[in-house]
């Protein structure tokens, strides 16, 4: 049995996760896959708690995603949406479906009455089964925003502003001067992540936002770490191919940290285990087959493989490169690790 934790955001993580589940399914029934998903992107909205990535990845895994749009429901309707709006109420920008709202009315309920965010999203998940475990990173509420570079509307510079906004409302385009996860201070992991993570066989960084999504993660006090301290092989998925980000604004995101929006940069920003940083291999597309001896040079075990996810098949042979990655590192002598003062010990595939 083979044991996967994934730190992942949203549609690009999602799809990766499909595509390492339908692997798995074809190679090692018995395994077990642990997601520990972003919740930085989470909101309050016209009093519902919205977890825009955990749904996405719960959505996607159970057979109920868009697939047109890579988050939210098929064949929604925007009526409840309307009516907030007649009472000039919601966001504009940020319109939610109805049936996308019965999940959120749910949450909410469960959350006001006393479940934690690990507990909501268990009880989500059993309607929907979407074959892993998912853990929120935290079960306090801990919320990216930006500080505004320039005015942006009603909003002045230095201003902070959820990254939703950011996001969706101005598609990244307003200069920011930095990220900033509010209520981080307070913050732990949530029950069950950095167990996952210490006694995983393999933990994989898929092709998610590196700063804010994989990096809110993060950012989670012990994460990192638990990371360094992991007798598992930590292998990352480049969300960068020929120096574009795969989906989204990533680029933006980048440039706002001062990281070059390539599959060399980034994998150097993650870092090598053999250094500071937490990874043991990292793939990069074909196209960028030239950064490996750069990411080999630095301590990483580089190879260059197809990375598009064009569909689930493809999906499940990129997943296949980093678990074949996994094994060959497994069977070469083991990495230092930190001490984290944990007794378990993660088994080898």
Request: glycine letters at 10%; charged letters at 20%; one cysteine or more.
């Amino acid at each position: 049995m083979t044991r996967v934790t994934v730190l992942a955001g949203g549609v690009g993580g999602a799809r990766f996760i499909r595509g390492l589940l339908q692997q798995l399914a074809s190679v090692d029934a018995g395994s077990e896959v642990t997601v520990i998903v972003n919740t930085g992107d989470d909101m309050w909205l016209d009093g519902l708690r919205i977890c825009p990535d955990l749904d996405t990845v719960m959505y996607t895994l159970g057979g109920g995603i868009s697939e047109e749009q890579g988050w939210g429901r098929p064949d929604e309707s925007r009526r409840t949406s309307s009516e907030i709006a007649a009472y000039g109420r919601g966001w504009s920008w940020f319109t939610l479906g109805d049936l996308d709202l019965a999940t959120h009315i749910v949450r909410t309920d469960l959350l006001r009455n006393g479940a934690t965010l690990s507990a909501a999203t268990e009880f989500l998940c059993r309607r929907w089964q979407p074959g892993a475990r998912l853990l929120p990173m935290s079960d306090q509420f801990v919320e990216t925003h930006v500080r505004l570079a320039e005015d942006a509307d009603e909003h002045r510079a230095s201003e902070l502003i959820h990254f939703e906004e950011w996001w969706v409302r101005y598609r990244a385009g307003k200069a920011v001067t930095e990220f900033v996860q509010v209520g981080l201070a307070d913050a732990v992991a949530a029950p069950g992540v950095i167990e996952a993570i210490l006694t995983a066989d393999l933990v994989i960084l898929p092709p998610s936002n590196p700063v804010v999504s994989v990096g809110t993660i993060l950012a989670i006090p012990g994460i990192r770490d638990a990371l360094r301290a992991t007798t598992a092989r930590v292998v990352g998925i480049a969300p960068i191919i020929a120096g574009s980000a795969v989906r989204g604004m990533a680029d933006a995101c980048l440039t706002t940290i001062g990281v070059e929006t390539s599959a060399l940069a980034v994998g150097l920003h993650y870092g090598s285990r053999q250094g500071d940083g937490v990874l043991d291999a990292w793939l990069v597309d074909e196209t960028d087959a030239a950064a490996v001896p750069a990411l080999e040079a630095a301590g990483i075990r580089a190879v260059a493989v197809p990375l598009w996810m064009t569909d689930v098949p493809a999906t499940a042979r990129i997943a296949a490169e980093a678990l074949r990655i996994s094994a060959e590192l497994t069977a070469a002598p083991d990495l230092p690790v930190a001490e984290f003062g944990y007794s378990g010990r993660a088994s080898t595939p």
